[in-house]
């Protein structure tokens, strides 16, 4: 257990629906990363939050947003979803040096 | 702009004998250098990192180099072991936090 829980593990949704992919970083880590992983690809950065206050954007659809709430989890929304959006997503947190990743949230679209 | 690049996709190593993961980076502001790795169906775990300020760090069978002037760094792994069949990424970083990362090694060991 890395301490970075993400909820839920696996999801199916249909083509043009909304998900949100839940994230709570380990205790007493302020920031939270979020990383998308298609079939066979490297790790695409998402965006950043640190302490509420969003830190930096990556390759984020305009249709994926993001926020981190006061007790610092982290919620990451996917609407109008496409077939292509079937990825695995990991949110990740750091206080220091390096990130721990949670063990990610499945999306499959169909 | 692809600052980080592991052109390896995959490799393959008998068991026993040592495996060599290679990265090449761009950005020489990068200060920090992790290797993460990654089984399926599981989150990216970090494996070893090294400083700008050093060329090598070792970690039991792990021992990270790094040389600078070629912005190349590259993992060893020996000897190899079954279980470090997995994907590796390599992932310079900026004040050691925000971290680049490859697209990733997939590395098999063979009994």
């Known amino acids: 257990d890395s301490g970075v829980t993400q909820t839920p593990k696996h999801l199916i949704t249909a083509t043009g629906q909304r998900v949100t992919l839940r994230c709570s970083p380990r205790s007493g880590d302020l920031s939270v990363y979020w990383y998308q992983q298609s079939l066979d690809q490297g790790l695409q950065f998402l965006i950043q939050y640190y302490n509420g206050e969003e830190r930096a954007k990556g390759n984020i659809l305009e249709r994926f947003s993001a926020q981190q709430f006061p007790d610092l989890h982290s919620e990451l929304n996917l609407s109008s979803l496409e077939l292509g959006d079937s990825a695995l997503y990991f949110c990740a947190s750091s206080r220091g040096v390096g990130y721990t990743f949670g063990s990610g949230t499945r999306l499959t679209v169909v | 702009d692809q600052q980080v690049k592991q052109n390896s996709p995959s490799l393959s190593v008998q068991e026993g004998r040592i495996s060599i993961l290679n990265c090449d980076y761009t950005?020489?502001?990068?200060?920090?250098f992790l290797w993460y790795k990654k089984y399926p169906a599981e989150g990216p775990t970090f494996l070893i990192s090294i400083s700008s300020i050093k060329d090598k760090n070792e970690d039991g069978r792990f021992t990270v180099f790094l040389n600078k002037s070629a912005k190349h760094l590259s993992l060893h792994i020996v000897p190899s072991q079954p279980g470090d069949s997995a994907v590796y990424f390599c992932a310079p970083a900026r004040g050691a936090q925000k971290l680049v990362f490859g697209q990733g090694t997939r590395l098999t060991i063979n009994p």
């Open positions: 950005n020489s502001m990068f200060d920090y």
